[in-house]
């Protein structure tokens, strides 16, 4: 059995965390060994990098600084945890990876897909999500819910506009890899969403408990 990279991806307040909360209690009734990281963030440095991204610091940062930011971080949790983990044949649930560059960085700023891919080559060498769980949600509901938690930080007080560019470039990468994708309908009721993340886990990862 090797180990098994699944990361969890959507827009602001799609359910991410519900999810990942499914996850774990289904993995832990299977007897399923598993660890659990987000991103940005992970390790001591990484999650400094996260309050320097996501806090109003009032210096504006430029779009390949945001880049550069997530990608130190990747290296940072890559390096501690993720790579590590996997080699230990653990599966590793990972809140927000790559696919969220691609995402928010190149759909969302409108940075280079491929100057994305040049990095993502650098910092990762072939570490690959196994599969994404991807919650997708019309941006108008997810914003009603973040801000429905309370103060939004930096990346959330993007216009609307920003999240609609979010969320096509998330469905535009499930189309491209859809043996990598599996995409929830998140906007439904929690039975309904719990019962599509279960359908998927028992297809995806049943062979492993
Ligand atoms: P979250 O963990 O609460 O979802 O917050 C992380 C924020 O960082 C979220 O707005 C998405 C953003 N983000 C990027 O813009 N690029 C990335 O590569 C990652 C991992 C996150």
């Not at 409108?110 to 891919?117: D, F, R, S, T, Y």
């Not at 929690?190 to 279960?198: A, F, G, R």
Request: glycine share 10%; with cysteine.
């Amino acid at each position: 059995m090797s180990g098994f990279f699944l990361t969890i991806e959507g827009c602001e307040g799609a359910g991410k965390s519900t999810a990942v909360n499914l996850i774990k209690e289904w993995m832990s009734e299977k007897g399923i060994e598993f660890t659990e990281t987000r991103e940005p963030g992970g390790t001591r440095v990484a999650e400094d990098i996260r309050s320097l991204l996501l806090s109003h610091h009032g210096e504006e940062l430029s779009d390949t600084t945001e880049l550069l930011l997530m990608f130190a971080a990747r290296s940072q949790n890559l390096f501690h945890n993720i790579e590590p983990d996997l080699s230990a044949d653990k599966v590793v649930i990972c809140d927000r990876f790559t696919d969220a560059t691609y995402a928010y960085q190149g759909g969302g700023r409108g940075l280079e897909q491929e100057q994305i891919a040049t990095l993502e080559n650098l910092v990762q060498g072939s570490c690959r999500p196994d599969m994404t769980l991807l919650m997708d949600v019309d941006p108008e509901v997810g914003m009603a819910r973040a801000r429905g938690r309370g103060e939004l930080d930096r990346i959330e007080q993007e216009k609307m506009d920003f999240f609609e560019r979010v969320r096509e470039e998330y469905l535009n990468r499930s189309k491209t890899y859809p043996q990598q994708y599996e995409v929830i309908n998140a906007g439904g009721s929690l039975e309904q969403v719990k019962q599509q993340i279960l359908l998927v886990l028992e297809r995806r990862l049943g062979e492993r408990s």
